[in-house]
């Protein structure tokens, strides 16, 4: 998950995260955060996000792999967000 927004939404909703970050980890539990990432073009947000390691989405022979890898970790964080939606919404 990319966190972007001015500094103070980018803070706000990564500390919200943090906060789960027990609970979001029994979903995903090779999570990583990193509140300063920095994309290719300077800009800096924060990034919550998991990794397969030995797989390319360029390289048709890891396709397979990427693809389950994608299926299963997308619908881990589906099952969380359900369930801790209303945590982050309460600011809308």
Known sequence: ???????????????????LKSILAEFLPEI?????????????????WVEKQGVCIYNKDTWQQAMVFLNEKMQQVECFWQEYEDFFMDDF
């Open 32 to 48: 990583l955060f990193e509140e300063h990432y920095y994309l290719e073009n300077g800009k800096e947000i924060a990034r919550i």
């Open 1 to 19: 998950m990319d966190i972007e927004g001015d500094q103070q939404e980018i803070e706000k909703y990564y500390n919200k995260f943090l906060s």
